[in-house]
């Protein structure tokens, strides 16, 4: 199956140097590679939140058992390897555009989805006993330029109106008391929902209590056939096959054409990079100064996101590469921690414990995907969520365990924003040149 960056990006044998495997519980979930030919009700592609939560709802809330296809170890990709916040921003529309494309009621129904799916991480990690290693209060948008504060006063209009939050807006000052210094931090929002986690605790945690509740779960076990057999689905993996009467499709960033041909061509995937610097002693807090640990993002269109961690180390994020080449990768680690320097001067230099990187998924709708297939109404699949998945993956999940079950039809459980995966990339097999154009311009738009 086809894929866009260098092979190290997909190959699933090479560990994951970050935080979250460093201070991940002992305790892995029980995944065993699929092991000679067995059945299920449904097959799972994909171990990450959506698989796992679809997994967990069919099971515990629909007495359908499923099983799990990780092509690598169960959370192998996006779904430990982001930075941990749940937030708002799976949808990359503004308030307008949502309102031209699907009226009032209809954006009203999306932006209320993103609060559900940020109730949902709570409930279950309630529900479920799942240490998240919760942080924060809400989520902070800093203004990087004095110009944009403009519309972050528009965009608290718009989450009042249609998301029914009241947020705050902050001027630099205030902002410097309850957040952080810096010099790209000229006022900022208060979005008075979300918070951070440990992703691949709550990843895991998810696997868990899917493994609990009756879902089986099998890393190791790539799809590297696809048939139909007398009315089901084989999925064959090199140890073996399933085979199931509904398959939900679950890839999100790592999805490769010829999987599923309702989504060929319409995977953005971009690399996302992440280092974690030292633990910062108590002078170089003062200095910045640094007093939450609420997520924060600025309003750079190729964004920076960062965190303090709860044992004082920086978390800082960005765009990557368009090659997935490690030469590349490693250029881009040097452009990161001289950016953080100038954004924070008092940690210019700083040691960095940890980086690594991996793929968020865009899409050209601008929104996360959610459907069924058209040539096989016993195949789903969702994705797509613009790197913000730690909210929005469980919450799609759950819907598609809805529908897998019968329990609503499309029309009623997902927004119109969300139903299907719109239109494939215009010369597809040049994505990467779409991207590569996408980040030139959002650089220049940043600096304007």
């Given at each position: 199956?086809?894929?866009?960056?260098?092979?190290?990006?997909?190959?699933?044998?090479?560990?994951?140097?970050?935080?979250?495997?460093?201070?991940?519980?002992?305790?892995?979930?029980?995944?065993?590679?699929?092991?000679?030919?067995?059945?299920?009700?449904?097959?799972?592609?994909?171990?990450?939140?959506?698989?796992?939560?679809?997994?967990?709802?069919?099971?515990?809330?629909?007495?359908?058992?499923?099983?799990?296809?990780?092509?690598?170890?169960?959370?192998?990709?996006?779904?430990?390897?982001?930075?941990?916040?749940?937030?708002?921003?799976?949808?990359?529309?503004?308030?307008?555009?949502?309102?031209?494309?699907?009226?009032?009621?209809?954006?009203?129904?999306?932006?209320r989805a993103q609060v559900e799916a940020m109730d949902l991480v709570s409930d279950l990690a309630q529900a479920e006993a799942i240490d998240l290693w919760r942080q924060g209060d809400g989520q902070y948008e800093v203004a990087h330029k004095p110009a944009r504060m403009a519309d972050l006063a528009r965009e608290r209009e718009g989450l009042a109106r249609y998301a029914g939050l009241t947020a705050?807006?902050?001027?630099a000052e205030a902002f410097r008391e309850v957040g952080h210094g810096g010099t790209e931090a000229f006022g900022a929002l208060h979005v008075p929902k979300g918070f951070g986690v440990h992703p691949l605790r709550w990843t895991w945690g998810l696997a868990d209590a899917a493994a609990r509740h009756g879902a089986v779960l099998h890393g190791r076990s790539p799809v590297v056939d696809w048939r139909?057999?007398?009315?089901?689905?084989?999925?064959?993996?090199?140890?073996?096959?399933?085979?199931?009467?509904?398959?939900?499709?679950?890839?999100?960033?790592?999805?490769?054409?010829?999987?599923?041909?309702?989504?060929?061509?319409?995977?953005?995937?971009?690399?996302?990079?992440?280092?974690?610097?030292?633990?910062?002693?108590?002078?170089?807090?003062?200095?910045?100064?640094?007093?939450?640990?609420?997520?924060?993002?600025?309003?750079?269109?190729?964004?920076?996101?960062?965190?303090?961690?709860?044992?004082?180390?920086?978390?800082?994020?960005?765009?990557?590469?368009?090659?997935?080449?490690?030469?590349?990768?490693?250029?881009?680690?040097?452009?990161?921690?001289?950016?953080?320097?100038?954004?924070?001067?008092?940690?210019?230099?700083?040691?960095?414990?940890?980086?690594?990187?991996?793929?968020?998924?865009?899409?050209?709708?601008?929104?996360?995907?959610?459907?069924?297939?058209?040539?096989?109404?016993?195949?789903?699949?969702?994705?797509?969520?613009?790197?913000?998945?730690?909210?929005?993956?469980?919450?799609?999940?759950?819907?598609?365990?809805?529908?897998?079950?019968?329990?609503?039809?499309?029309?009623?459980?997902?927004?119109?924003?969300?139903?299907?995966?719109?239109?494939?990339?215009?010369?597809?097999?040049?994505?990467?040149?779409?991207?590569?154009?996408?980040?030139?311009?959002?650089?220049?738009?940043?600096?304007?």
């Open positions: 199956m086809r894929t866009l960056y260098d092979d190290a990006i997909h190959d699933r044998s090479l560990p994951t140097p970050s935080y979250w495997e460093a201070t991940a519980p002992e305790s892995r979930p029980q995944a065993q590679a699929v092991d000679g030919d067995v059945a299920a009700d449904v097959a799972v592609i994909g171990g990450g939140l959506t698989g796992l939560s679809c997994a967990l709802h069919l099971a515990r809330d629909h007495a359908i058992r499923a099983h799990v296809l990780e092509a690598g170890p169960i959370g192998w990709g996006a779904s430990s390897r982001a930075g941990g916040f749940v937030c708002l921003g799976a949808v990359k529309l503004g308030f307008g555009d949502c309102v031209s494309r699907f009226g009032e009621d209809g954006t009203r129904a999306l932006w705050e807006l902050l001027s139909r057999e007398n009315g089901r689905h084989r999925l064959v993996t090199p140890t073996g096959s399933v085979l199931a009467r509904h398959v939900v499709v679950a890839t999100n960033g790592y999805t490769p054409d010829g999987l599923l041909a309702d989504l060929d061509g319409r995977p953005l995937p971009m690399l996302s990079n992440i280092l974690v610097t030292r633990p910062l002693d108590d002078g170089e807090r003062a200095a910045v100064p640094w007093h939450t640990q609420t997520p924060v993002a600025n309003t750079r269109i190729r964004l920076f996101y960062y965190r303090l961690l709860a044992d004082g180390r920086v978390l800082f994020g960005a765009r990557g590469d368009t090659t997935g080449r490690p030469e590349d990768g490693a250029r881009v680690l040097r452009w990161m921690r001289r950016r953080l320097g100038d954004l924070f001067p008092p940690l210019r230099g700083i040691a960095v414990d940890f980086a690594w990187r991996g793929l968020v998924c865009l899409l050209p709708k601008r929104s996360p995907a959610i459907g069924r297939s058209a040539a096989d109404p016993s195949v789903f699949y969702g994705l797509g969520y613009h790197g913000n998945g730690m909210a929005m993956a469980p919450w799609t999940g759950r819907i598609l365990a809805r529908l897998v079950a019968g329990a609503g039809a499309e029309a009623t459980l997902v927004p119109a924003a969300l139903r299907g995966a719109g239109p494939a990339v215009p010369w597809p097999a040049g994505r990467l040149w779409w991207i590569r154009a996408a980040l030139a311009w959002y650089a220049l738009k940043d600096r304007l």
